[in-house]
């Protein structure tokens, strides 16, 4: 099987250079700029960007048990559409992936039903209920990813150590949450001006704070990789960079609403607007922008938390936490990070691909001779407004509905398959 990608724009150290790429049996063969050779299949990439499939190490697709909201079929869609062809699917569904047939069970299912590459979590404990740790070499045997109880926070600093330092013998990550239930407050805002204005509850900075400042000490004793999900705050920030001075391997990632919105876009009692960890303020909302330009944050991830419209209508403070984001993250990223100047698209592009990719040791992320044929060509210039009717995602709930965003991916192609096209004419 073979493929000719035409004319694309990619991106180089010196700007924009025109490329072919040749693909056969999934793999990218050839990367110049100019390629005469027959192809079973020919691609125009005329005007378009042609970059490596986009990476998402932090998405929820629901299966097993939350059908209702998501599949790893309808999810993996819905990646190809966004230009991913790489996710990093998190444990809290039920069962939860935490032993060796559920995870054989898992990696099966993905197999038969998922469009682009998956990567599953494992569980660091048990059932997610923080009591007893999984087995880490049988998990990593049948192919768990890296390790985290994601929606949930490990509470006990021994647990944390001891699984900080099982990972560190096996080479695996532990990928953390980081939340103190003792500081939620019950709340569903960040305990600032819009929860007080609203009157509802609002879970402080610290809960995520000190986590993170918890985690660096442990990984430090302990000598593993530890990452830090969707961070959201300034102290989070400073607390990540400090260590990273230190030495002390740690990697963060941020989602594209935390880095967008801050608790003063929130028009009121919307639960498309409630996720964890909340939107802060405006100055934590800038601090992301500053760690992810100056190093401290190493990628984006989307957080992709799909809930059903139903749960969505609760309001604020019964709904669940969670927004979708696959679908809208590149257009949103470079509508509005790019386009104004905070990114070039070289970083943003990098941020979605080599970085997370680079982070985690993944051979993915890059265009080059002998990897896996993951492309997206992306449609700069293609403007139109965000309709989560529109969603291949169960999900519908996301605040950036109506925003009108550039940078539209046009097609995906997953180890040489194309696996989303929409409005590209094949030559
Ligand atoms: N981010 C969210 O608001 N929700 C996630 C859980 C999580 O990522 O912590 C979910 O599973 O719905
Ligand atoms: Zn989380
Ligand atoms: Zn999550």
């Known amino acids: ?78 990646a190809a559409k966004g230009g991913f062809t790489t996710v990093a699917a998190m444990p809290n569904t039920r069962p939860v992936p935490d032993n060796k047939t559920q995870m054989e069970w898992l990696q099966e299912r993905i197999h038969e039903t998922a469009s682009v590459r998956v990567l599953p979590y494992a569980s660091i404990t048990v059932r997610q209920l923080g009591q007893e740790l999984t087995n880490f070499a049988e998990l990593k045997e049948v192919g768990a990813f890296a390790l985290t109880d994601d929606g949930v926070g490990v509470q006990s600093a021994g647990m944390m150590l001891e699984a900080m330092k099982r990972a560190a013998k096996l080479d695996m990550a532990v990928v953390a949450h980081c939340e103190d239930n003792t500081l939620i407050n019950k709340g569903s805002l960040h305990e600032g001006k819009k929860a007080a204005e609203l009157g509802i509850n609002g879970i402080p900075s610290v809960c995520e704070s000190v986590h993170i400042a918890r985690d660096i000490l442990l990984a430090e004793e302990a000598g593993c990789h530890y990452h830090v999900c969707h961070i959201s705050t300034k102290e989070s920030v400073r607390t990540v960079r400090d260590a990273k001075r230190y030495g002390i391997k740690v990697t963060a990632e941020v989602t594209p609403h935390h880095l967008l919105l801050s608790e003063e876009d929130i028009p009121g009692n919307d639960a498309n607007f409630k996720m964890n960890p909340p939107l802060r303020s405006k100055a934590d909302q800038d601090a992301l922008v500053e760690g992810l330009l100056d190093g401290t944050i190493d990628f984006i991830a989307t957080d992709h938390a799909p809930h059903t419209s139903g749960e969505k209508a609760e309001g604020i403070e019964l709904a669940p936490f969670g927004i979708v984001g696959l679908e809208t993250a590149f257009p949103l990223l470079y509508t509005h990070l790019v386009e104004k100047n905070v990114l070039t698209l070289k970083e943003l592009v990098d941020f979605l691909t080599v970085k997370p990719a680079k982070a985690f040791g993944l051979p993915y992320g890059e265009l080059k001779p002998g990897s896996a044929a993951d492309v997206v060509l992306i449609d700069l210039e293609q403007e139109k407004e965000i309709n989560p009717d529109e969603f291949l995602s169960k999900g519908k709930n996301t605040p950036f509905g109506g925003w009108n965003c550039k940078g539209w991916p046009v097609l995906t192609i997953a180890e040489g398959k194309i696996v989303w096209e929409k409005g590209v004419v094949k030559a």
């Open 1 to 78: 099987m073979s493929m000719l990608i035409k004319n694309g724009k990619l991106l180089t150290e010196n700007g924009f250079e025109k490329v072919d790429i040749l693909i056969e049996n999934g793999k990218i063969s050839k990367v110049e700029p100019q390629i005469s050779t027959d192809a079973e299949e020919m691609i125009d990439a005329a005007g378009k960007l042609v970059a490596p499939g986009l990476i998402d190490l932090h998405i929820h697709l629901r299966e097993p048990g939350g059908e209702k909201k998501e599949t790893i079929a309808t999810g993996t869609l819905a």
